[in-house]
């Protein structure tokens, strides 16, 4: 089965950015993916997706913060976030879209802004 590899997560300050990034392995096909979080005694939420065409769309509350983007070449799919918030901790997932019920996920990368 697809494997889903995260990597960029870290501990940064209020206002500071970071790049997320995706890696799905054992496919050799393009597809939309998108990028989840999972804050503690949270539900995990869709962040932000992206077709194979290119076609974006980030959540509302967090439009003009974060942008999602892809290398086809390279079958990365990128989480810039910038402006991170407290609020904003949590483990970030890749995965395919609208797949909350899956039970195939990668470890996932923690992200922590401190205030």
């Known amino acids: 089965q697809v494997q889903f590899v995260e990597s960029g997560g870290g501990l940064v300050q209020d206002g500071g950015s970071l790049r997320l990034s995706c890696t799905a392995s054992?496919?050799?096909?393009?597809?939309?993916m998108s990028w989840y979080r999972q804050a503690p005694g949270k539900r995990r939420e869709m962040v932000a997706r992206?077709?194979?065409?290119?076609?974006?769309s980030v959540s509302n509350s967090l439009r003009g913060r974060f942008t999602i983007s892809r290398d086809s070449d390279k079958n990365i799919v990128y989480l810039q976030m910038s402006s991170l918030k407290p609020e904003d901790t949590a483990v970030y997932y890749c995965?395919?879209?609208?797949?909350?019920?899956?039970?195939?996920w990668g470890q996932g990368t923690q992200v922590t802004v401190s205030s």
């Open positions: 995965n395919y879209p609208f797949a909350e019920s899956s039970t195939n």
């Open positions: 992206i077709s194979i065409t290119g076609v974006t």
């Open positions: 054992g496919t050799t096909s393009r597809t939309a």
